[in-house]
């Protein structure tokens, strides 16, 4: 069935209401607030800037938000990297302009996709996959080994260790993060993360990627479907995901819709 476009309004409500909250970051170690700003610092010298909105500033307040984003990242000097996280559908006059003159890099715009988990849940596994969930720390480094080389970046052990360490702070919730793999012949092919947010009806899927040689075969799409039913076992309904264009077809096809977009600014010391 066809969402109507009140359906998908509701759903981009839904959103911004429950998710643009401490929601987004929950695995943060610290947040500090900047006006509407939002300043998340997150194991591994990591730092994010997000916010529910930006209060109607102007293009000259919102530059001073930025700068007064940057002065507080560069005063910690184990933050090397900073991502500011922009949506499409906000009203930030002058934000592009005032991130690239202070250094930051736009990343390819991803689509903000939304929808019922029962349309996800039900995708056969392909002959001779095995999907499980991966828990133990080599486990987990050799997923998220495989997963960089799958968007076609080098192996990042220190996000290895990094989504090692969450998952050990995480285990013993029943509603923590969730990382799962889908194998062929002893090979890992494709994983990604399910993030069930406490105290919403969402469950985040993230970090989705099939090996180059493997795409096309159903593979992610019962990736996707194991997780959806775990999300739904926890009693969450709404699924959300940011998706490259690899991954947004197939989620289409399933039934979620593309309420939006985000687009990644990404700053290094």
Known sequence: MTERPADVSAYLR?????LRTDAETPSA?????????????????????????LAGADAEEIARLVDAALDHFRADGSIVRVEWKTRGHDR?????EALVARGFRAE??????????????DAPTPAGVT???ATEPEDVRAVSLMVDRAFGDEGDENRARD????????????????????ETEGQMVCGGRLEPVPDTDFAGIWGGATLPAFRGCGIYRALTAARARAALAL?????????TEHSRPILERSGLRRVSTTTPYQWRR
């Open 14 to 18: 839904a959103y911004d209401e429950q």
């Open 29 to 53: 170690l610290a947040v500090e607030r900047r006006g509407p700003l939002r300043l998340v610092t997150f194991a591994g010298g990591r730092g994010f800037v997000t916010y529910r909105d």
């Open 92 to 96: 930030a006059p002058g934000l592009h």
């Open 108 to 121: 390819e715009p991803e689509s903000i996709m939304i929808g019922p988990l029962t349309a996800l849940a």
């Open 131 to 133: 999907i499980r969930r």
């Open 163 to 182: 989504l090692i360490d969450r998952l050990a702070r995480e285990r013993d919730r029943p509603d923590g993060m969730q990382l799962w793999v889908a």
């Open 235 to 243: 009693g969450r309904t709404l699924v959300h995901s940011d998706s």
